[in-house]
């Protein structure tokens, strides 16, 4: 298995918080990794690459200003925010993008910084933050939880003076991933994993070196991969079992097994059923596993409901998979999902990063030949899918 995106993202970030190299194993090799090195290369850090290990050195913060042509392209752009403030009192960054699921507004992350005494003003489509004394520690609280709102607080308070609280903080594994490696760095961040995390400001961090957690979407989107089409997979890697944790017991109620290995997981399908299930902030359900369960539900006897609570325009994928003979009826956020005897091959679109695989799932599962344009979505977040799709027995190929 990979490295995950989504941790490999703000591990990057976090470079600008020290003078001295930050070391990343197993980097995965994806577009949104190569967008962040180009975004965190232009405020002026230096990257050195060497198969699995990515070196990142921020010796000085040659600009603070993170461009519209770069953040546009990715959401988690937006994560450069907190350690530019922190480490220079000043930053300039661009409104976001990424995949057009929701609004995905950052108003969280600008209330969280100007709690710990940041003046934010929103200018010419960029939020232009400074904070000429330092920022000072303080009390956070989220609304809702929010993963990139929560490290990018969590990076900015290791440079405060005092202590900071971060009340209804987002518990998934890729920010207990980030403050593993931020107290690496010498900073000092207590509870991470809960709701309610602690970080003791200190006046400098180090460089350390630290190995990213595997994707946990990766891992149930392959093994979704092995279910729809009845077969076996062995999955491979350390620890797979508890990053599956959120959607070990939808997939076991759906008759996806997963048993525990030395290498990692082994994956089958028995007499699978349809669920209800909601998608949930961690330890529940992930949005990043919808589009995925959805597709094996498109041919798995039986009604399922499954509910998006995280992004109100994550069903873009339904009309595809109905174009493929799926039953699909929208409903307000729940999809009400009719399984039918087979999906037919079709010409579809990927409309996101994540629905890009369920389209491939389908296909996989489907009679006859399907043909997904526009995979520059997959590729953001998933390494080499073809390869490892092949190597299973698929019949895929990438069309250049």
Same mark, same amino acid.
């Given at each position: ?7 490999? !993202? ?9 003078? +001295? ?14 967008? /962040? ?15 699995? @290990? ?16 770069? *953040? ?7 994560? *450069? ?57 303080? %009390? ?10 929560? %490290? ?6 290791? !440079? &405060? ?18 403050? %593993? ?6 900073? +000092? #961040? ?13 006046? @400098? ?44 017991? *939808? ?6 097994? #997963? ?5 990692? !997981? ?6 699978? @059923? ?22 094996? /539900? ?32 929208? @409903? ?50 998933? %390494? ?9 027995? &698929? ?6």
């Amino acid at each position: 298995m990979s490295g995950a995106k989504n941790a490999a !993202l703000p591990l990057m970030v976090a470079s600008l918080l020290t003078d +001295k190299p930050l070391v990343l194993d197993n980097i995965p090799k994806l577009a949104d990794v190569k967008t /962040m090195s180009d975004l965190l290369c232009m405020l002026g850090v230096s990257i050195d690459c060497s198969g699995k @290990k990515m070196t990142l050195t921020a010796k000085k913060i040659c600009s603070t200003t993170a461009p519209y042509e770069l *953040v546009k392209r990715m959401r988690a752009s937006v994560l *450069v925010l907190g350690p530019m403030l922190a480490r220079t009192g000043q930053a300039r960054v661009s409104l976001p993008g990424g995949c057009a699921i929701g609004v995905r507004p950052i108003n969280l992350h600008i209330k969280g910084l100007q709690a710990l005494g940041a003046d934010i003003e929103l200018k010419d489509g960029y939020v232009v933050a400074s904070v000429p004394k330092g920022l000072k520690g303080g %009390e956070v609280s989220f609304s809702i939880p929010t993963v990139t709102g929560t %490290e990018n607080i969590m990076m900015a308070a290791t !440079l &405060a003076k005092g202590v900071t609280t971060i009340i209804n903080a987002a518990c998934e594994p890729e920010v207990s991933d980030l403050a %593993e490696c931020l107290n690496g760095m010498g900073a +000092k #961040i207590s509870e991470h994993g809960t709701p309610k995390i602690a970080i003791e400001g200190v006046d @400098k961090l180090q460089g350390t070196e630290h190995r990213i957690i595997y994707d946990r979407i990766e891992v149930g989107t392959y093994a979704i991969a092995a279910a729809i089409t009845d077969g076996e997979i062995e999955l491979i890697g350390d620890g797979l079992g508890e990053l599956m944790s959120g959607a070990t017991s *939808v997939f076991e109620q759906a008759g996806i097994r #997963i048993k525990s290995a030395a290498s990692g !997981l082994l994956v089958s399908a028995q007499d699978l @059923k349809p669920v209800n299930v909601a998608t949930e902030p961690f330890p529940g359900f992930p949005t990043d596993l919808q589009a995925q369960l959805m597709a094996i /539900m498109c041919v798995t006897s039986g009604t399922s409901v499954i509910t998006e609570n995280i992004w109100e325009n994550r069903f873009l994928h339904v009309p595809e998979l109905c174009r493929m003979g799926a039953d699909i009826t929208l @409903k307000g956020s729940s999809a009400i999902v009719r399984g039918v005897k087979s999906l037919q091959g079709a010409p579809v679109m990927a409309t996101d990063l994540r629905a890009s695989f369920g389209l491939v799932l389908a296909g996989l599962a489907a009679k006859g030949t399907t043909v997904i344009d526009r995979i520059y979505h997959l590729v953001r977040g998933y %390494e080499n899918a073809v390869e490892k799709l092949q190597a299973c027995g &698929a019949d895929i190929e990438e069309i250049l």
